[in-house]
Every structure is written in C-alpha cells, then in structure tokens.
Nanobody, 113 residues
Framework: QLQAFGGGFVQAGGSLRLSCAASGRTFSTYNMAWFRQAPGKEREFVAAISRNSGTRHAESVKGRFTISRDNAKNTVYLQMNSLKPEDTVVYYC?????????WGQGTLVTVSS
C-alpha cells in the first residue's frame, strides 16, 4: 500500500516536497517512482529511484526536481523546486515490487502564476 501526501498550493518559483509512505518489510528492495497526470492526458514519468538508489529524472524536471528515499522510514520523496504553472497536476507514487506494480492515490499540486 502506498500513501502519498505533501501536495498543495504554491506560487510559481516556490517549492514543495511530496512524500510517499509504503507498507511492507522489504521497502529497500522496491524500485520507486513518481508519475504525474494532467486532466485528459496520459500519465507521464517524472522520476525514479532504484533499490540501489540510482536515480533518473524526466527532462522536463531535471535540475528542478529531486527524488530520494529513506529506507528506514519506508518513504520516497520528491523535492520540487522552481515550480511552474505547468507542474500543476496530480502526482502519483509508483512501486515496482519484484515486478508487481502498485500505485498510490495521487496528490494534487497547484502552482499559481
């Protein structure tokens, strides 16, 4: 089970940090990611962090967003800086647990211009 939180309202140029708490005793073995989806559009990849803490980020967020994890807290984070109005979408946490995919419930980020 994944529970995402941390979304909210922020002005352009501001920052937010999303968190996603996962259940399970072997969180350190999960490959985690964040996706986002705007109304009427397909869900798109934002960032991923592997079980070995290797990271990759979508070109659209490189240099602004950073994914990280804390295995002791079973939590993955998405630090979002320099937010833009086009970042206004619902963000979803994603877990790949030995090939089984889980999604969190989504958290809305709203960036005003």
């Amino acid at each position: 089970q994944l529970q995402a939180f941390g979304g909210g309202f922020v002005q352009a140029g501001g920052s937010l940090r999303l968190s996603c708490a996962a259940s399970g005793r072997t969180f350190s073995t999960y490959n985690m990611a964040w996706f986002r989806q705007a109304p009427g559009k397909e869900r798109e990849f934002v960032a991923a962090i592997s079980r070995n803490s290797g990271t990759r980020h979508a070109e659209s967020v490189k240099g602004r967003f950073t994914i990280s994890r804390d295995n002791a807290k079973n939590t993955v984070y998405l630090q979002m800086n320099s937010l833009k109005p086009e970042d206004t979408v619902v963000y979803y946490c994603h877990a790949d647990v030995n090939g089984v995919i889980y999604w969190g419930q989504g958290t809305l980020v709203t960036v005003s211009s």
